[in-house]
């Protein structure tokens, strides 16, 4: 057996090669980083690190150091006596040198940490902040900006804050079901989002882009698969990017939307300006202008809404929208429908 054994050395690495192309199918975008920081709080929490890092190296080499020394220095000698080196009790300099070291050590750490904490602690929105209402779900992300009347999911997308006008994004957030976190390295730490509770996190995006981040607390079968984009955005696009979020749905009142209708679609998600109005699955009304699909898993074409159309199990196992058995044909007409939804 072991490793001798053919079958089982194949396995090995058919397991290595599903990990890698799973891994492909997962990094659509950047893998998150800690080490790159994309706002203020996050060099600081970086910063803290570079400290606490350099810290635990200086232990480190004094302790690993001095144990290799020793070591050597009094490693056995042919010929010598087996005796016991002098016996060392009660001594206050020495108790006191290895009470006050760690003590200090801690104690130096334990202050830097918590001055970042209270920092990056937000009780209610700053000035000029924009508010989004996150609401956790398994497995995807509800976003409501409730200044500016505008729903969407699984795409954050907020301004750029600059020097002459600091725009904090400031997040309430909230769960549907379980425990969620929202950690999206880059940009800020993690925070829960938990049943019954209203937890806040803000952070300053001083960079344009698009990060990634990932749900960072076990919340059933798809966690792994409940990722995060957040789009920083110059101002003026996302004045426009808000106009066009704030409009309701083109009515094509095609036979695609008809099916959208019919079948049990509309219970579960909302399309401003028809009559689908659930609230279960995400909002619909500006699918188009997402880039990915099932939180963050695919990239939003044809061919993988169509899929998903298809069967969702079969992309992202056990999430809550149903396997309908449709027919192509009608799989096809609601893909080509909702892709009117620009
Ligand atoms: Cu949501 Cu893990």
Redesign the pocket.
Known sequence: MGLKDTNLRWSLVGGVVAATLSVERLAMAEVPVVFDPASPSTESIRGLFYFVLAITVVIFLLVGGALAYFIWRFREHQGQADTEPPQIYGSHPIELAWTMAPLITVLVIALVVVRSVLEMRTEAPGDGALRVRVI?H??WWEYQYPDLDVTTANELVVPLSDGDTPRPVHLELESADVI??YWVPRLAGKTDLIPGRLNRMEFEPTQLGTYTGQ??????TQ?AN?LLRVNVVSAADFQSWVADQKKPAVNTESAGQRRFMELACANCHTIRGTRAKGVFGPDLTHLMSRETLASGMVPNDHQNLLDWLLDPQDIKPGCRMPDMRLKPADAELLATYLETLK
């Open positions: 956790g398994q497995w969620h976190s749900c960072a607390e076990y919340c059933g966690h409940m």
